[in-house]
């Protein structure tokens, strides 16, 4: 595993010859953010709508918009985001949140990054910019869930941010099977136990476009990392090592 961060290119537009790539946007009461969000997907990729259950109309918004839409029944961050996994067909699959918080437009550095064999799993760092972007509470429970990370696994990451990006095959193969907010931290657990490069590079972060269902309140914050930490406790499972999972998934190609 490896663990850094890094000076990744982020373009705002894919470079030609970038390769295809799906992105789970989970989706809970987004309607307001979305146009922004869809519009700012590279061009060429294709955007799954998860929806978790709105109620605003996201969903047939996101229809009317061209993207994808997975409806999952079962409410939870991380079943959102595996039913956008589960859907995904590209090589490359990449998260990013639904509220306007994050530029999805920024995965296109991200996927090159990995298609280049710079790294494998790759996080973006949020950097705050705007009042109220990333309430202290919030940030608080980041903090020490990256400490306890550092613990588990001697990844030195500072955040476990949602904007991210991986091989399709290499997370199908993590096997992950929170669907709660522990999701996002386990599939960092497993890329390490892996062996998968896990790194990070700095991201704008802005206030979201209405109110959060998780971070905006301490309780929800605080259930997040009560989550995460039952996640923690997991045991390290001994899987096949990534490099070589890559050779073979490579010789395949």
Same mark, same amino acid.
């Given at each position: ?45 294709? $955007?799954?709508? +998860?929806?978790?259950?709105?109620? %605003? =109309? @996201?969903?047939?918004? &996101?229809?009317?918009? *061209? ?22 067909? $590209?090589?490359? +699959?990449?998260?990013?949140?639904? %509220? =306007? @918080?994050?530029?999805? &437009?920024?995965?296109? *550095? ?22 109220? $972007? ?120």
């Amino acid at each position: 595993m490896t663990d850094s961060s890094s000076d990744v290119p982020l373009p705002s537009t894919p470079h030609s010859g970038l390769p295809r790539a799906d992105v789970v946007l989970p989706c809970l009461d987004e309607a307001a953010a979305l146009p922004w969000v869809l519009d700012r997907i590279p061009d060429g990729w294709r $955007a799954i709508v +998860v929806d978790n259950g709105s109620t %605003d =109309g @996201s969903a047939e918004l &996101a229809r009317s918009l *061209g993207a994808t839409v997975v409806t999952e029944g079962r409410r939870g961050f991380g079943a959102a985001c595996h039913a956008g996994l589960l859907a995904a067909e $590209a090589e490359f +699959v990449c998260f990013c949140d639904c %509220d =306007g @918080s994050l530029d999805p &437009a920024l995965l296109a *550095g991200f996927v090159r990054w990995i298609a280049d064999g710079e790294c494998d799993l790759l996080l973006g760092r949020r950097r705050p910019e705007g009042r109220g $972007a990333w309430p202290p509470h919030a940030r608080a429970g980041n903090l020490a869930l990256a400490r306890m990370l550092r613990r588990r696994t001697g990844l030195r990451l500072h955040d476990l941010g949602p904007l991210r990006a991986a091989r399709r095959s290499e997370l199908l193969a993590l096997d992950l099977t929170d669907r709660r907010s522990g999701y996002p931290l386990q599939m960092v657990i497993r890329a390490s136990d892996a062996g998968l490069r896990v790194t990070e590079s700095d991201v704008p972060y802005r206030p979201r476009t209405g109110r959060s269902k998780v971070t905006g309140t301490w309780r929800g914050t605080w259930q997040a990392v009560r989550d995460m930490r039952g996640v923690l406790r997991e045991p390290s499972a001994d899987r096949a090592p990534g490099r070589a999972a890559r050779a073979e998934a490579g010789a395949a190609r």
